[in-house]
C-alpha cells in the first residue's frame, strides 16, 4: 500500500507563503494523478490543487493564481506552493490520488494555519 506523508504546514500570516511536500513510498506519481486538498473544522474536505500524470494542472477559483501544484517524479514529491494566504485557507492539507476513492488512505496531513 503507498504511503503519502505530507509536510510543510505551519503558522503564517495572512499575505505570507508557504511550501507543503508530499512523499509517496513509490514510483505513483507517473502513473496516478494526483491531488492536494484540504479539510476545515467542520467542513468537508476539498480539492485545492490537481496535477495529471502528464503535468496539466487544474484549481478550484478560490486558489486560482495563488497556489501551484507541482510534481518531482524522481523525489516521488509533489508539492504545493502557497501564496497570497489568507484565513480562509487555514485546515489540514493532504495528499492523495484524484480522484481520490473511498478505498484510498489518506496520511496525517499537515497544518496550515493563517493569521489575520
Known amino acids: 500500500q503507498v504511503q503519502l506523508v505530507e509536510s510543510g504546514g505551519g503558522l503564517v500570516q495572512a499575505g505570507g507563503s508557504l511550501r507543503l511536500s508530499c512523499a509517496a513510498s513509490?514510483?505513483?506519481?507517473?502513473?496516478?494523478?494526483m491531488g492536494w486538498y484540504r479539510q476545515a473544522p467542520g467542513k468537508q474536505r476539498d480539492l485545492v490543487a490537481f496535477?495529471?500524470?502528464?503535468?496539466?494542472?487544474n484549481y478550484p477559483d478560490s486558489v486560482k493564481g495563488r497556489f501551484t501544484i507541482s510534481r518531482d517524479n524522481a523525489k516521488n514529491t509533489i508539492y504545493l506552493q502557497m501564496n497570497n494566504l489568507k484565513p480562509e485557507d487555514s485546515a489540514v492539507y493532504y495528499c492523495?490520488?484524484?480522484?481520490?476513492?473511498?478505498?484510498?488512505?489518506w496520511g496525517q496531513g499537515t497544518q496550515v494555519t493563517v493569521s489575520s
Open positions: 492523495n490520488f484524484a480522484p481520490a476513492s473511498r478505498y484510498d488512505s
Open positions: 513509490g514510483n505513483i506519481f507517473s502513473i496516478k494523478h
Open positions: 496535477i495529471t500524470i502528464g503535468g496539466a494542472t
